[in-house]
């Protein structure tokens, strides 16, 4: 069975700096693209980052600068480094599997696990 579980989320000030961590299990994870997504009640799921087996990464326009995502294969963690913190960051954060055969890096249909997702709040 494969579970993914996210933690780091809390409530900050616009400015402030977080790292989210996801552990994955049942995996071996080494050879698996992963990424991060985020979402509010009024969006669809938004893509955030993803990193390849080999760490190549892709960012969202909007967190590029801000934003770095990383992973550590032995302990099958991926993490994701939220610098400069604005108020539209403020969604559930929820990391993924991507599919072995997926033809992209950005949509939500090219991963088919999922976390429980994580709230990072961020106060004006």
């Known amino acids: 069975q494969v579970t993914l579980v996210e933690s780091g989320g809390a409530l900050v000030q616009v400015g402030d700096s977080l790292r989210l961590s996801c552990v994955v299990s049942?995996?071996?994870?080494?050879?698996?693209?992963m990424a991060w997504f985020r979402q509010t009640p009024e969006k669809e799921r938004e893509f955030v980052a993803s990193?390849?087996?080999?760490?190549?990464?892709i960012y969202a326009d909007s967190v590029i600068g801000r934003f770095t995502l990383s992973r550590d294969n032995a302990k099958k963690t991926l993490y994701l480094q939220l610098n400069n913190l604005k108020s539209e960051d403020t969604a559930v954060y929820y990391c993924a599997v991507r599919r072995t055969y997926a033809l992209t890096w950005r949509e939500a249909y090219d991963y088919n696990y999922w976390g429980q997702g994580t709230q990072v709040t961020v106060a004006s």
């Open positions: 990193i390849s087996w080999s760490g190549r990464t």
């Open positions: 049942g995996r071996t994870f080494n050879d698996d693209g």
